[in-house]
């Protein structure tokens, strides 16, 4: 490669700056791969926004209202993009199911 190495940690520069954000953001756990660190910062008031929607007993025929839930985020947190609301919901999803989950007689 001319004027180049051949080491492709060299050579692919911008894989290596993302290699190094990932080990740099997770902290003390470089096995850590969760990204999108800002998402986890706004987690708990997106849940409290979507929290209408997710809930089936307030849906029509105990079915979640899933795509307004989308809307309100959309409009509680417009510097995010589309792509991050769609990580967002079904995140928020599983996290209302796991918290309502029914208890296990025992």
Known sequence: MPGGSNDPEVRD???LIARNWRMES???NPSD???HYD???IFDKAYAC???YLDP???IGNSPMIRYAYI???EAFPQLSQQEIALL???LRRAFQERNKPASPG
Do not use: H, I, N
């Open 13 to 15: 520069g911008a894989g």
């Open 26 to 28: 997770a902290g003390s």
């Open 33 to 35: 791969r969760r990204a």
């Open 39 to 41: 998402l986890r910062d």
């Open 50 to 52: 979507a929290l209408p």
């Open 57 to 59: 007993k307030q849906g």
């Open 72 to 74: 309100a985020l959309r």
């Open 89 to 91: 919901v079904p995140a």
